[in-house]
C-alpha cells in the first residue's frame, strides 16, 4: 500500500490543475497529477522522506532516476519535531508543484528523450526505455522471439541473430559515446553482448538509432546475412536459454 507523504492542513490536492488530473491510485509513494496528450503519459509527483519535501515530472514511457525533472525540493535539518519539518517542506514543494502545473501543459517534454526510441527497429518491439544517471539505454526485442530472462549452465546454442532476439542501443550521458549490441538474454552483461556495428566518437543517441534500423532491416526484417561470429561465445557456450 503506497505511503503518501502528510500534507499540512491547509492544503488538499485539488482534483484538476491547468489539465492535470489527480490520481489518488498511483501506485508511488507520491500524491500524483497526471495526463496524456498525444499518447505522452505525464506525471508530476510530490514526495516527502525525514525533513524533507520534493515534486518531479516525468514521461511516464521511461523508467530510470535520470527520468525525473525536479520541480521543487525543501530540506530542513532533522530535530525531535522532524515529523512537523516533514509537513513543511513537503507543503512547500505543494506550493511550486502547483505553480508549476499552473504554467506547464502538454508542451512540457523531457530534455533527454528522443522520440525515434519508442519507434522500433523493423522487426523489434521496445521492452525497455531508460534514463539513468550517467547512460540512456532502449532495449528492444525481435517480435515473436520468446522471453529470456535468464541463462542456465549447459551448453548454449551457436550465437546468430537468431539466437540473440535482443537489440540494446546505449549512449552515455556527457561524452555521447554509443554503441549498438545484440545479446541472447535480457540481463546479458560484458562479452555476453556482441557489437554490431562501430559507432563514431561522441555520435549519440540519433546515430546510434539510425545504426540499430539499419541492422534490423539488413539482417532481421531482411534476409541479409550477418558478416563473421556473433559471439562472446567462448564465454557464453556453457548456458542455454532459459524461459
Not at 521511461?62 to 519539518?85: P, T, W
Not at 517534454?109 to 519508442?118: A, K
Not at 522471453?147 to 548454449?156: A, H, K, P, T
Not at 556495428?197 to 534476409?223: N, Q
Request: with cysteine; proline share 7%; glycine share 10%.
Amino acid at each position: 500500500m503506497p505511503a503518501k507523504p502528510p500534507l499540512p492542513d491547509d492544503r488538499e490536492p485539488p482534483a484538476e490543475v491547468n489539465g492535470w488530473t489527480h490520481d489518488p491510485d498511483d501506485t508511488t509513494n507520491g500524491h500524483c497529477w497526471r495526463r496524456d496528450d498525444d499518447g505522452r503519459p505525464l506525471a508530476v509527483r510530490l514526495f516527502g522522506g525525514v525533513g524533507t519535501g520534493y515534486a518531479t515530472v516525468t514521461d511516464d514511457r521511461v523508467a530510470g532516476v535520470g527520468g525525473r525533472e525536479k520541480i521543487a525540493e525543501y530540506r530542513f535539518e532533522s530535530d525531535d519535531d522532524h515529523r512537523d519539518r516533514r509537513k513543511e517542506a513537503v507543503g512547500m514543494a505543494f506550493d511550486d508543484a502547483i505553480a508549476w502545473m499552473e504554467g506547464h501543459g502538454s508542451e512540457w517534454s523531457h530534455p533527454r528523450i528522443n522520440e525515434t526510441g519508442f519507434q522500433p527497429p523493423a522487426g523489434y518491439e521496445l521492452i525497455r526505455y531508460s534514463i539513468g544517471s550517467r547512460e540512456t539505454i532502449i532495449l528492444y526485442q525481435q517480435v515473436d522471439a520468446p522471453d529470456v530472462d535468464r541463462l542456465c549452465g549447459i551448453r548454449f546454442p551457436e550465437l546468430t541473430v537468431d539466437s540473440c532476439p535482443y537489440l540494446e542501443v546505449r549512449t552515455w550521458i556527457g561524452s555521447g559515446n554509443s554503441d549498438v549490441r545484440v545479446a541472447p538474454w535480457q540481463h546479458a552483461h560484458g562479452s555476453e553482448k556482441k557489437v554490431i556495428a562501430e559507432t563514431p566518437d561522441e555520435c549519440g543517441l540519433e546515430i546510434a538509432l539510425t545504426t540499430a534500423r539499419e541492422f534490423a532491416r539488413k539482417h532481421v526484417a531482411g534476409d541479409e546475412q550477418f558478416p563473421g561470429e556473433l559471439s562472446g561465445q567462448s564465454s557464453l557456450s556453457r548456458f542455454a536459454i532459459q524461459q
